[in-house]
């Protein structure tokens, strides 16, 4: 049976220990302060999610003192994760050592009992051959639970790859987003999972999908088109995709041996040019999908409009996609939202010539 998640209130044992503190103060104004800057500017945008979680007794006596942007520290996180379960906390070798995404992300999928779910993601996009990154089950779980946020585009800056230093801001939004739980999130990411088995591929639509989840857990960035460092609205940004820039930089800038024709047949960069590529005749039902489809989202479902489609993903096979949205690049099952706005496809696979249409 599945531990409950939370905590009783304002308890100051939950606190990080004031050894550990004194520690953290060293080292954030000494010699070594350089490895817990954080690597982006001081901002504000979590206040309420900070507000939350020292309210719960965790990270901070108090909003004042939480130092939102300092980097989290592997002795913070297993403090933290201690009160999330109520359980004993782990001794950490370095507990000073930064925490990255990735590692909050599994620490709390973890803590959520929801591992076994994320290594049964795993194993199937290996068994289907993708040579996905060792985070992919946990950054899937971690984003179909919501436990990431995107930055509003003048914040791009604020942005985070999945091996970067994960901020305290960050990690209350995470933390905060946990303790708002109704109670059946945990239940959908399972029932969700056991849906993800992924069919056998072709190897042009392996090629594809390989290049596609090798970015499992990078952020949305408005106008990004690239796992490295631009400025695409002049606001620099690590790196990052937005949705359209995502199917951008897997079909049109990824060089494929003998893939010539694939990289000439999208033309335009946004969602409104990518879906009017394809006449009427060409755009392929939902019933009708395969893997390495261009999948296109619109207000009013297949009688949208190439104008007013606002959303673009990769088809993975099985009712299950790859895209970048809110949650970054993230895998998820088209239901719900995604299902009733579901527009039509395209196959730039077959208009290259690679494989049946």
């Known amino acids: 049976m599945r531990r409950p998640v939370l905590l009783a209130a304002c308890c100051l044992s939950l606190l990080a220990p004031p050894a550990l503190a004194a520690t953290r103060a060293a080292e954030s104004y000494g010699p070594n302060a350089r490895k817990l800057q954080s690597v982006v500017p001081p901002k504000s945008w979590d206040k309420a999610e900070i507000r939350l979680v020292v309210n719960h007794g965790l990270m901070a006596r108090s909003v004042a003192s939480f130092r939102a942007n300092d980097v989290l520290t592997q002795g913070e996180l297993a403090t933290l994760v201690a009160a999330l379960t109520q ?152 790196g990052g995709f937005d949705c359209s820039g995502f199917v951008w930089r897997v079909y049109k800038l990824q060089t494929y041996p003998g893939g010539a024709t694939l990289n000439a047949t999208i033309n335009g960069r946004t969602t409104y040019q990518m879906s009017g590529e394809v006449p009427r005749s060409k755009r392929i039902a939902f019933a009708n999908l395969a893997p390495g489809d261009l999948l296109f989202f619109g207000p009013k479902g297949p009688r949208s409009k190439p104008s007013s489609i606002g959303h673009t993903g990769i088809y993975l096979g099985s009712g299950w996609m790859i895209h970048s949205s809110g949650q970054g690049v993230a895998v998820v099952p088209l239901t719900g939202w995604y299902r009733n706005s579901f527009a039509w496809g395209r196959r730039p696979l077959a208009e290259a010539g690679l494989v049946a249409g």
């Open 87 to 238: 359980q004993p906390a782990d001794v950490p070798a370095n507990p000073a050592a930064p925490v990255s995404v990735v590692q909050l992300d599994a620490r709390l999928v973890k803590a959520l009992e929801l591992s076994d779910t994320a290594a049964r993601l795993l194993s199937a996009a290996r068994a289907a051959g993708l040579s996905v990154p060792s985070r992919f089950g946990t950054e899937t779980v971690a984003r179909l639970l919501g436990l990431r946020t995107n930055h509003l585009a003048k914040d791009d800056d604020l942005e985070l790859l999945p091996n970067d230093p994960v901020t305290r801001a960050e990690t209350a939004y995470s933390v905060a987003k946990i303790l708002r739980f109704s109670g059946g999130e945990q239940q959908y990411v399972e029932d969700a999972a056991m849906t993800f088995v992924l069919p056998a591929f072709t190897t042009w639509q392996k090629r594809v999908l390989k290049t596609a989840v090798r970015f499992i857990g990078f952020p949305y960035v408005w106008g990004g088109m690239s796992e490295k460092t631009e400025a695409p609205f002049g606001v620099q940004a690590r």
